[in-house]
C-alpha cells in the first residue's frame, strides 16, 4: 500500500539471526544496512550479530516512524536502538520524525538538523544523514570533531537485495566504504 502501513508482524530473533549466519555462510557480507527491526528483542539480536560476525560497515536506518506518522517500531525497542544499535552505525540515517524521536528535539529548520545530527554522533553513530524535508530526498549531515561529514555518490556492488525506498547516500569512503562494495 503507497499509503500507509496495514500491519506489521515481527518475525522471531532467532529466525533473523538464522538469516543473517545463512547469508555469512554462503556468500559473506561486505557491508549491511538495517531495516524495519520493530522489536527491542529483534535489535539485541542484530546488534549481537553484528558484533560477533563482524558486520562492517552498517547502515542503520531506525526505521521507527512512516513519514505518515504511524508508529513502527514498538516504544520499548527504542531504548535498544539507542543503546545497542547506533553505537555501531556507521551511518545512521534516520527520517525528520525519527532523528526528533530519537534526540528528544524538534526539527524546523536545517539548524535543528545540524544540531539533532550532532546529537545523534555523540551517541556513538559514524555518521547521521537526514533528508532536509520530508518531500526533498537531499541530505545534510551533522559535523563532529574527529567525525567525518559524507558527500553523495552511487557505489556499485557485487550482489545486493535492496527493499524500502531508495535514499542518495553520501559519499561513504571517509565512513570505511571505498572498497567496491555496497550496502
Known amino acids: 500500500n503507497t499509503c500507509g502501513v496495514a500491519a506489521i508482524h515481527p518475525v ?4 533473523v539471526r538464522a538469516q543473517l549466519d ?30 560477533e560476525l563482524g558486520i562492517r560497515p552498517l547502515v542503520v536506518d531506525p526505521v521507527m516512524i512512516a513519514q505518515s506518522g504511524a508508529a513502527l517500531l514498538e516504544p520499548e525497542a527504542r531504548t535498544a536502538l539507542l543503546q545497542e544499535l547506533v553505537p555501531l552505525a556507521t551511518l545512521l540515517t534516520p527520517n525528520v520524525p525519527e532523528a526528533e524521536t530519537l534526540t528528544g528535539q524538534s526539527i524546523r529548520s536545517v539548524a535543528h538538523m545540524r544540531r539533532a545530527a550532532r546529537l545523534l554522533i555523540e551517541r556513538g553513530a559514524g555518521a547521521e544523514h537526514t533528508p532536509r ?3 526533498e530526498n537531499r541530505p545534510r549531515l551533522g559535523d563532529q570533531p574527529g567525525k567525518t561529514v559524507c558527500r553523495e555518490v ?24 571505498d572498497d567496491g562494495n555496497s550496502v
Open 133 to 135: 524535508d520530508p518531500d
Open 22 to 51: 545463512a547469508v555469512v555462510t554462503d556468500i559473506g557480507i561486505d557491508a549491511a544496512k538495517t531495516g524495519m527491526l520493530a522489536t527491542a528483542a529483534i535489535i539485541r539480536t542484530v546488534a549481537t550479530a553484528v558484533r
Open 154 to 177: 552511487v557505489i556499485e556492488a557485487r550482489r545486493v537485495k535492496v527493499t524500502g525506498r531508495r535514499q542518495p547516500v553520501q559519499d561513504l569512503a571517509p565512513c570505511g566504504i
Open 12 to 15: 522471531p530473533p532467532a529466525f
